[in-house]
């Protein structure tokens, strides 16, 4: 096969990635909640995905991170990127916004508890001040 292609049932239409397609996408199935962490992240998703189109774009996903991380440090250029970086190394197939499965990975590695948003957010925080992120 190609590269980077993945297997699709479905032929991909010929339109560029970016354009937004006129009829909206069936969603993306939702994962199963299998686990009480998994019931939890999904319902976070649920809580910020406000028009209910089963994905977060840049717009809800800042409210989730606004919400859940403290990063009061962070310029307004910093937040900027930070915000494009989560949706950068989450969104798995491309389409500028996480379904419920790509933000319930983010959410277990990152948000699932208080604990582990004081540490990720204290990462976030030394990245930024290190000044390391330019290229990053």
Not at 10 to 34: D, G, I
Not at 53 to 72: E, I, Q
Not at 95 to 107: G, H, K, R
Not at 118 to 135: G, L, V
Request: glycine share 4%.
């Amino acid at each position: 096969g190609k590269p980077g292609i993945v297997e699709q049932s479905t032929p991909t239409p010929s339109q560029p990635v970016h354009q937004p397609p006129s009829q909206p996408r069936a969603l993306a199935p939702r994962p199963e909640a299998k686990t009480k962490l998994d019931v939890e992240g999904i319902a976070m998703f649920d809580k910020y995905d406000t028009d209910k189109n089963g994905l977060l774009n840049l717009t809800k996903l800042a409210r989730v991170l606004r919400a859940n991380l403290d990063l009061p440090t962070l310029s307004a250029e910093q937040w900027a990127h930070f915000l494009v970086d989560v949706m950068k190394r989450g969104d798995k197939d491309g389409d500028d916004a996480l379904n419920c499965e790509e933000f319930l990975n983010y959410f277990k590695k990152c948000l699932c508890d208080e604990k582990m948003k004081r540490k990720y957010s204290d990462k976030i925080t030394q990245r930024y001040k290190a000044d390391d992120w330019h290229d990053s």
